[in-house]
């Protein structure tokens, strides 16, 4: 079994700055440096959608179009941690965000991942 822990979230001024940890552990997290780890978000009222990945290596990482620019995802093997840096926040920005890992290829598709986080929210005031 894999757990993730979000930490970071809160509430924050338009154009502020947040980052966001999550952290793996558990028994088949032994080789965690070669999972991928998703960034999702979910705004009140739509569907969860795609915001940052990064492969095993970090040597590929994908963002959707909506945070590219402002968002930076980042992860630290020794640590078993992976980072979501976000500045120039927008109102629109407000959602509860979860990590997720998969032991699959970089995905921007919410199925191909095996574990979630349990969610932080991330509130941003105009």
């Known amino acids: 079994q894999v757990k993730l822990v979000e930490s970071g979230g809160g509430l924050v001024q338009a154009g502020g700055s947040l980052r966001l940890s999550c952290a793996a552990s558990?028994?088949?997290?032994?080789?965690?440096?070669?999972?991928?780890m998703g960034w999702f978000r979910q705004i009140r009222g739509k569907e969860r959608e795609f915001v940052a990945a990064?492969?095993?290596?970090?040597?590929?990482?994908w963002y959707s179009d909506s945070v590219k620019g402002r968002f930076t995802i980042s992860r630290d093997n020794t640590k078993n941690t992976v980072y979501l840096q976000m500045n120039s926040l927008k109102p629109e920005d407000t959602a509860v965000y979860y990590c997720?890992?998969?032991?699959?290829?970089?995905?921007?598709?919410?199925?191909?991942?095996?574990?979630w986080g349990q969610g932080t929210q991330v509130t941003v005031s105009s």
């Open positions: 997720a890992t998969t032991a699959g290829p970089i995905s921007r598709q919410q199925r191909y991942y095996d574990y």
């Open positions: 990064i492969n095993w290596s970090g040597g590929t990482i």
């Open positions: 558990g028994r088949t997290f032994s080789t965690y440096n070669m999972y991928t």
